[in-house]
């Protein structure tokens, strides 16, 4: 039992990396739906950026190349965006003017990543706590379907997040 116990505390320590672009990022982490070896999982990610992030600016999520597999069908609907527990509207492409979509898309793969880019005139401030949930817990517009592949070994292994 503490053998089992051990492997999934390893699963389950996949850190997230901060970006450089846009300050440090803080309280950030990233919590699976999932932790099991090769299984396909959602993904919960929470930081605040430590400089406003601006209009048309993006956030890139882009998980261990190599180890996590991004589905190849997701999409803007797989996706919710909280910005200080206030969700956001979703789409295939950045909205215009203020409340409007943030734009979604995914590459797919063993070297996929996720960029959500914000419409032509809203911001993130500085401090503000973004959520970022992927896959089956995402549910705001639609019920989340895709998500991200976990690695096939025990381990740890970094998200970068990535602020423009």
Same mark, same amino acid.
């Given at each position: 039992?503490?053998?089992?116990?051990?492997?999934?505390?390893?699963?389950?320590?996949?850190?997230?990396?901060?970006?450089?672009?846009?300050?440090?990022?803080?309280?950030?982490?990233?919590?699976?739906?999932?932790?099991?070896?090769?299984?396909?999982?959602?993904?919960?990610?929470?930081?605040?950026?430590?400089?406003?992030?601006?209009?048309?600016?993006?956030?890139?999520?882009?998980?261990?190349?190599?180890?996590?597999?991004?589905?190849?069908?997701?999409?803007?609907?797989? !996706?919710? !965006?909280?910005?200080?527990?206030?969700?956001?509207?979703?789409?295939?492409?950045?909205?215009?003017?203020?409340?409007?979509?943030?734009?979604?898309?995914?590459?797919?793969?063993?070297?996929?990543?996720?960029?959500?880019?914000?419409?032509?005139?809203?911001?993130?401030?500085?401090?503000?706590?973004?959520? %970022?949930?992927?896959?089956? %817990?995402?549910?705001?517009?639609?019920?989340?379907?895709?998500?991200?592949?976990?690695?096939?070994?025990?381990?740890?292994?970094?998200?970068? !997040?990535?602020?423009?």
């Amino acid at each position: 039992m503490r053998l089992l116990t051990s492997i999934l505390v390893l699963c389950m320590l996949f850190s997230v990396a901060p970006s450089a672009q846009a300050g440090q990022l803080t309280d950030r982490s990233d919590t699976l739906g999932t932790s099991g070896i090769g299984l396909e999982s959602s993904h919960r990610i929470i930081f605040k950026p430590g400089l406003t992030i601006p209009s048309s600016g993006t956030i890139t999520i882009t998980p261990t190349p190599g180890q996590f597999s991004v589905h190849s069908q997701l999409d803007y609907r797989d !996706i919710d !965006i909280l910005l200080n527990s206030i969700e956001q509207p979703v789409a295939q492409t950045p909205g215009n003017g203020s409340g409007s979509a943030f734009g979604v898309t995914a590459t797919g793969g063993s070297n996929g990543s996720v960029t959500l880019t914000l419409n032509d005139t809203d911001v993130i401030t500085s401090g503000s706590t973004v959520d %970022i949930l992927i896959g089956s %817990i995402a549910n705001y517009q639609a019920a989340g379907l895709s998500g991200i592949t976990n690695p096939n070994a025990l381990g740890s292994y970094p998200v970068t !997040i990535t602020t423009t």
